[in-house]
């Protein structure tokens, strides 16, 4: 388990990155739907970093 909980700050991470990346990417494109769904993944990953973050240095 706790192999489990220090990978999810980078689950976050990556998250949060994949989102920037393709939201601005289909953002210039002009394809708004992806747009909105890939931004709207950018609070959902920080979510998960932060999570990741305090859980890690909580646990000891």
Known sequence: ????L???PYIGA???AVGLV???TFMFLGNDP???IFL???PV???ILFVGVVTNLLKD
């Open 6 to 8: 220090n990978s999810v």
């Open 22 to 24: 393709a939201g601005f």
């Open 14 to 16: 990556l998250i949060v």
């Open 45 to 47: 990953g920080f979510l």
């Open 34 to 36: 992806l747009t909105k």
């Open 40 to 42: 709207g993944m950018i």
């Open 1 to 4: 388990m706790f192999k489990i």
